[in-house]
C-alpha cells in the first residue's frame, strides 16, 4: 500500500501544478479523498485519523510559530510604506559614480529588507512596486531590471532571519531528533539558531558574489556618453535630509538585528519582534501610516497569516496520510540503499529539492517534501546544520532555473515592462554559475558553515556514537569482571 502514497503525493503535485486551486485546498482535498479509501481497503486505521485535531493543536502552539503574523506584519508594512524607495534612492545616490548604482542598490536594499519580508513572493511584490520603477527611471534596461529583481529577491532565502529560513530551522530540528531516535547516536540535535548561524557565511557570500556579478555587467551594459558627459537615462534626484537619515538609522538597526542574530546576542524571532517595532515607529514618526494604510497592513497580514497557517493544517493532514500508508518508509528504505556512500545520498536528495523547487514554494517544500528526505539523510550525515545550509543554497538556484523557477515566473507576471524568458536566461546565467560554486564549495567545506557556531560543531564532532559508547561501556565491564575479588 506504500505505493498509493507515492501516487497520492504525485496526484497532489499535478494538482498544484494545473489545478490553479490554491497549494492548501488540493492537500486538502487529496488528503481526504486518499484517506477514505485507505479506510475503505483497510489500508489505513480509522483511529489514527481521530489524531489529527490533537497533531494540529500541538503544532499551532509551537512558539516558533507565533512569529508567523510577525513577519507577515512586516511584510505588509514593506509592502505599503515607501521604506523600499527612500532605502533605494539613497543608496543609488551613495553609488552615483558607478554605472551599476540602481542595480547595486536594488541587492543592497533586498538584502536588508527580503530576509523580514519573509518570501520570494512577498520580496517581488515589494521591489516591483517601490524599487522597479527607480532603476527604469535611471537608465537601466528591462532586461537588467528584471534580472536584478529576480536575483534580489531570492536573498531572503539565504540571509537569516528570514522565515523560509527560521521554517527550515524547526524542520531540520524534526528531522535530526527522528534520524537521532532511530539510530541512537549521542549527537546533539541541531536547533534553529544552529541553522540561523549555519546560513550566515554562505548568506555573505551570496551577497558579495552577487555584488560583484552586478559591478561587471553595469560597466558591460554602461550607457555611452554624449560630448558633454551626459548620458541618455534620467537624473535621479537626491535624497532629502530626512530621507538620508531615515536610511542611515534604517540600514543600521536592521544590520545589528542581523548580525546580532548570527552572532546569539538574540534569538531570530526577537529580531523579527524588534524589526517589526522599529519599522512601526518609523513611519509613524515619519506620518506616513494613516489609518487608511493601516487597515490595509492589518488586512494584509491577516490574509498571509490565514494562508501559511492553512498550508501547515493542510500539510500536517497530507504527512499524516501518506505516513499512514507506509510511503515515509517506503522513502527511507530507498534512500538506505545509499546510506554506505553518504555523499550520494545527500546529492540526489538535494537534486530532488532542486526538482522540487520547480512546482513548490519555499514554505511547501519545508512542510511536505523535507520531513519525509531528511530524516534518512541525517542518518549517514551528522552535521545537520551544514545539510540545513546547502537546501537554502539549493532552493534559492532552484527559483532562478528557468522554465518555472518561482522568482522567473512572478517578476514576468509583476513587471510593468514584459521580459521574455530568453532574456533572462542571458542575463541570469553568470549567477547560476556563482550559486553552482558556491553550493560545491559549501559542499566540499563543510567548515564555512561553522565560523558562527564552532562550539555547537566541535561539541558534535567531539561526541562519541552510540557504537563507540558501547564499546566503552564493554571494556568497563569487562575490565571490572577481570578485577581480583
Known sequence: MSALGLAMFALALAGIVLSGVPVYAVLLFVSA??????????????????????????????????????????GALLNRLPLAHTLHRTATHLFRRLAAAPRLSALGVAALLAPMNGSVGASLHMLSRSVAPAMRRAGTSADDTAA???????????????????????????????????????????????????????????????????????????????????????????????????????AAAIVTLLVGVAIGWFYAVEAA????????????????????????????????????FALLVAATTFSLVLRAFGTDRLIADALQLLAPHPTVLLLAVLAGIALCSFVLDAFEMIFLVIPLVMPPVLMSVTDAAWVAALVLLVLQLGFLLPPVGYALVMSRALLDDPVSLRALVRKLWPQWLLQAALIVGVLAWPASTRFTREDAAAASDAAPDAAEIDRRMEEAIRAQQAAPK
Open 33 to 74: 479523498v486518499f484517506a477514505a479509501a485507505g479506510v475503505a481497503m483497510g489500508a489505513v486505521d480509522a483511529s489514527l485519523l481521530t489524531a489529527l485535531p490533537f497533531r494540529i493543536v500541538g503544532l499551532l502552539e509551537h512558539d516558533l510559530l507565533q512569529a508567523l503574523p510577525l513577519y507577515a506584519f512586516i
Open 148 to 250: 536584478t529583481l529576480c536575483v534580489a529577491s531570492t536573498l531572503g532565502v539565504v540571509i537569516p532571519p528570514s522565515l523560509v529560513l527560521l521554517l527550515l530551522g524547526d524542520a531540520m530540528m524534526r528531522a535530526h531528533t527522528e534520524a537521532v531516535n532511530a539510530t541512537h547516536a549521542a549527537v546533539r540535535i541541531v536547533n534553529t539558531q544552529d541553522v540561523v548561524r549555519a546560513a550566515f557565511a554562505p548568506g555573505l557570500a551570496v551577497l558579495a558574489g552577487t555584488w560583484l556579478l552586478a559591478l561587471w555587467a553595469g560597466r558591460r551594459s554602461a550607457q555611452p556618453r554624449t560630448s558633454n558627459g551626459s548620458s541618455d537615462e534620467t537624473p535621479v534626484a537626491s535624497p532629502t535630509r530626512d530621507e538620508r537619515w531615515t536610511s542611515v538609522i534604517v
Open 273 to 308: 519582534a524588534m524589526g517589526g517595532i522599529a519599522l512601526l515607529v518609523v513611519a509613524l514618526a515619519r506620518r506616513q501610516l494613516p489609518w487608511r494604510v493601516m487597515q490595509l497592513v492589518l488586512g494584509d497580514t491577516m490574509a498571509l497569516t490565514g494562508a501559511l
